[in-house]
Structures are given as C-alpha cells and as structure tokens.
C-alpha cells in the first residue's frame, strides 16, 4: 500500500540547517508530485513547498522561499527538503503529502518534527 | 496575501448534519481551486475527505459530501458520530503549484 516516512528531524539551534528525508513506497513515486506541509504545535496545517513529479516544477511558500529547497530522487523514491537559516518559527511537525491528478494531496506521512531554539 | 477563512469552531448533535465552510478573504471559492478537505485527529496525521469539491476517496463513507455553497465552498457531515470529532481543514489550489489551507475547525460532537 501506499507509504511515506519522513525522517531527518531534530533539535536545531536558530541560524543553523537540517536536511529532512521522505520515503516513498507502494506506488510509482515517479508519477506523482509531492509536497512538504507542516504544522506548528497547537496549530494549522500550512503548505511549504511543492515538487512536480519529474522535478521541472518547484514552488515555495513565501514564509521559506530563500531558505528551503525541495528535491526528488526519483531513482531512490525519495523526498527531500533542506532548511537553512532556521527561525524559532519554523518549528513544526514536516509532514510529506503527495498527489497524482488531483491537484489535492492523496496521502499523508506521519510526519517528523523540528524543534528550532537554543 | 490569500487567506482561506474557516469557522473556528462548531459543534453538532450525534446524528445530527453540520455543514462546514470554506471561503475566501477576497473573492470566491469556485471548481477550478480545486478544493479539498483533511480530517486530523490529535496526534494523527490528516487524513483525505474529499478532493475536487465533492469527490470521496475510497473508504470515506457517504456521510461526508463536498459541495459549493454560494461564495464559498462546503463540507456537510450527515449522521454525525462520535468519531467525528476532529478538526477540519480545507485547502485551496491557487494555480502553479500553490496551496492555501484554511485555519482549520474544530468540530465537538456533544
């Protein structure tokens, strides 16, 4: 059946990086695009950044564009989103989503949480 | 700035319908925003109601339809039941790649 889990989160001091990881399985990864979706503690769920299936497209939320790049390895069914300058507001639960046709997001990992303070 | 505007909270009778709305700051909510409605439970991650306005994915019961409501687009729970006590996002699509989720509601069955 159809699996994303995200890994590669943590504690992270302001100013500082990390590199969060999604893997797909139980689907051609290839045919479907992705996105990064988080949400803060006791908060909503906010959109951070798209991925077309074959990685032509990328977009961002304005609140990490310049900060957050999101890629794909097809070849290994993986996501992945790398943050640098990271702000106390960054702290969240990362959840991968993906879709086919649907321009909705068809599947959801348990997600992986960042902690960004000193 | 696209804000997606949602009810903050509602509570419905079990058996009771509750229809739940997503609007647009500026503007209307239409078909071609595509929109899509998540179930999340504490702890949980969310799960698909409906895409495309009003499409079920498989293993949704009929209790949940998507429709257009005026400006603003809707989610109707019929019968509702204990379980349903979650709180409700939609998303909007904006076009190229861009989505927008509304502040969420959190619904009470009581």
């Known amino acids: 059946q159809v699996q994303v889990v995200e890994f590669g989160g943590g504690l992270v001091k302001p100013g500082g990086s990390l590199r969060l990881s999604c893997a797909a399985s139980?689907?051609?990864?290839?045919?479907?695009?992705m996105s990064w979706i988080r949400q803060a503690p006791g908060k909503g769920l906010e959109w951070v950044s798209y991925?077309?299936?074959?990685?032509?497209?990328?977009k961002y939320a304005d609140s990490v564009k310049g900060r957050f790049t999101i890629s794909r390895d097809n070849a290994k069914n993986s996501l992945y989103l790398q943050m640098n300058s990271l702000r106390a507001e960054d702290t969240a639960m990362y959840h991968c989503?993906?879709?086919?046709?649907?321009?909705?997001?068809?599947?959801w990992g348990q997600g992986t949480m960042v902690t960004v303070s000193s | 700035q696209t804000v997606v505007t949602q009810e903050p909270s509602f509570s419905v009778s079990p058996g009771g319908t509750v229809t739940l709305t997503c609007g647009l700051s500026?503007?209307?909510?239409?078909?071609?925003?595509?929109p899509s409605w998540y179930q999340q439970t504490p702890g949980q991650s969310p799960r698909t109601l409906i895409y495309?306005?009003?499409t079920r994915p498989s293993g949704v019961p009929d209790r949940f339809s998507g429709s257009i409501l005026g400006n603003k687009v809707a989610l109707t729970i019929t019968g509702a039941q204990a379980d349903d006590e979650s709180d409700y996002y939609c998303?909007?699509?904006?076009?190229?790649?861009?989505?927008?989720f509304g502040g969420g509601t959190k619904l009470t069955v009581l």
């Open positions: 989503a993906g879709g086919y046709n649907s321009h909705a997001f068809d599947f």
């Open positions: 139980g689907f051609t990864f290839s045919d479907y695009y």
């Open positions: 991925i077309s299936s074959r990685g032509s497209i990328i």
């Open positions: 500026s503007g209307s909510v239409s078909a071609s925003h595509y």
């Open positions: 495309n306005t009003n």
């Open positions: 998303v909007l699509y904006m076009g190229s790649g861009i989505w927008v």
